[in-house]
């Protein structure tokens, strides 16, 4: 069938709330196509969006029979959530919801629900959960710089399937271990409930790898009360240090023994950026506390014995998790953001990577928004013994790289500098040893997303179970 005639035959069977857009001139059209970023974006022939569950799964079963490509949208961050003009895109926006109950500690999150959403629902019931992990940078704005990040619209059910790396990890887990129970619609079109009693092994797949195996339209998810994370009120105190990149052996001899400080529950990001007012290149610590402001500024000492150039300490509550961070949740010009697993701090690495972002800003104007981060958590204190297909339990650093720039005849020097940043991380590693994140990287080998030979095994013949035909994508296959 035709994507037109398709397109006619949904229009007769969806209820009058849900809406479908074929003219790309149409401002809803525009609208709905907008992506965090415009890399490798495509033009669909249409984009539906239904507004309620229904009309969800009767267009998901309609395109399935017709043999229509399509691929399903939340926050338009994904770098796949766009496909060309014989497909559609079937965009969840107008189909969320969100019910908190904290007699349970869970929340049920339907559709195309943000995080910010999220947030607020949890914190007026005094609950928390994961959320998307503050890739704080510095940039430079109208009167000075700004903290920004990535947060708060990022889709909840593509976070939480993805693996879901969060500063909460050493207190909760990942956003995948929260995943109590999940509804999606399959390859046949049919709606699945899969819990701990039905459908077991199709939850586990779900639990790090379930944009392979269907469109996830509900998930219920563990909740925590906020003293969880050290006081009544849910807060943590935020650092922030600013460094020159000549102080890069001392500031790095500090963070190899923060990193893997037992005594104090901490997370945070090690950056190279280009600072503002000039754009140069600077190194930023900012590092999350679990405790009071006395104890982390005890905790930070450290840091402030070294010299910054800057420092600061604030005070956040959960709700405005990623609030100082909204810059980053811009859409369009030209970004690419991944993380690879690092087993440990290794100074001399990261000093090198230092080399390679210089170059990267010389050689690529208008890439100053682009930053290396190490990422790191404290171990978690207590034992985790859910098996999820996304793993990684004991994988607490992660080298963040956001390329962000606005020519696109510097794609291929971006992407090669950008490899060169995380081949230089890896130095001194095995390739068996690779760990590449699966909600930012699909070129990697399969491999280094999901770890050993059993899960890539149990993935598989899942996937030829619910997925032989590779609806949702070949992976897997």
């Known amino acids: 069938m035709a994507l037109q005639d398709f397109i006619n035959l949904l229009r007769s069977k969806v209820s009058k709330e849900s809406r479908i857009v074929t003219d790309q001139q149409d401002a809803e059209f525009k609208a709905s196509l907008e992506r965090w970023s415009n890399l490798d974006l495509k033009v669909p022939g249409a984009i539906v969006r239904p507004a309620n569950e229904t009309d969800a799964v009767l267009t998901v079963k309609e395109a399935v029979k017709a043999s229509i490509p399509f691929v399903a949208a939340s926050g338009g961050h994904s770098p796949w959530s766009t496909i060309e003009e014989n497909g559609f895109i079937l965009d969840l926006s107008l189909y969320k919801d969100v019910v908190v109950e904290p007699s349970k500690n869970t929340a049920t999150v339907k559709g195309g629900l943000l995080m910010k959403e999220l947030q607020v629902a949890l914190n007026k019931e005094g609950q928390f959960t994961s959320t998307v992990s503050q890739s704080v940078k510095v940039f430079p704005i109208s009167n000075g710089a700004l903290a920004v990040g990535n947060g708060n619209t990022v889709g909840v059910i593509p976070f939480f399937i993805n693996g879901g790396i969060s500063i909460y990890t050493p207190l909760i887990g990942f956003g995948c271990e929260n995943i109590l129970s999940a509804r999606l619609i399959t390859a046949n079109g049919e709606v699945v409930e899969a819990t701990e009693s039905d459908n077991q092994e199709l939850l586990w797949a779900v639990r790090g790898a379930g944009q392979f195996f269907g469109v996830v339209i509900e998930l219920v998810l563990r909740t925590y009360p906020l003293s969880v994370i050290g006081n009544p009120s849910g807060s943590r105190e935020l650092g922030t240090f600013v460094f020159?990149?000549?102080?890069?052996?001392?500031?790095?001899?500090?963070?190899?023994?923060?990193?893997?400080?037992?005594?104090?529950?901490?997370?945070?990001?090690?950056?190279?950026?280009?600072?503002?007012?000039?754009?140069?290149?600077?190194l930023m610590v900012a590092p999350q506390f679990f405790g009071s402001p006395e104890e982390a500024a005890k905790a930070f000492q450290p840091l402030i014995d070294l010299g910054p150039v800057q420092h600061t300490q604030t005070t956040s509550n959960f709700e405005s998790h990623s609030d100082h961070l909204s810059f980053m949740c811009a859409k369009g010009e030209y970004k690419h953001f991944s993380q690879t697993g690092l087993q440990e701090f290794e100074p001399d690495n990261f000093v090198k990577c230092i080399d390679i972002h210089d170059k990267l800003l010389s050689a690529c104007p208008g890439s100053e928004r682009s930053g290396f981060t190490f990422e790191w958590h404290s171990a978690s204190p207590q034992a985790r013994e859910l098996d999820t297909s996304f793993g990684n339990q004991g994988v607490n650093f992660w080298l963040n790289i956001l390329t962000w720039y606005t020519n696109p005849a510097q794609h291929e020097h971006v992407a090669r500098l950008r490899d060169a940043a995380e081949a230089q991380m890896r130095v001194g590693r095995e390739e068996k040893d690779f760990i590449s994140y699966t909600n930012s990287s699909r070129e990697d080998p399969i491999e280094y997303r999901y770890k050993g030979p059993e899960r890539l095994e149990k993935l598989r013949s899942l996937k030829k179970k619910w997925d032989a035909g590779g609806v949702f994508t070949k992976e897997l296959l």
Do not use: N, Y
């Open 244 to 282: 020159l990149p000549q102080q890069a052996s001392d500031v790095c001899r500090v963070m190899s023994k923060i990193t893997v400080d037992q005594e104090h529950i901490s997370a945070g990001h090690f950056m190279i950026i280009a600072a503002p007012p000039h754009l140069r290149q600077a």
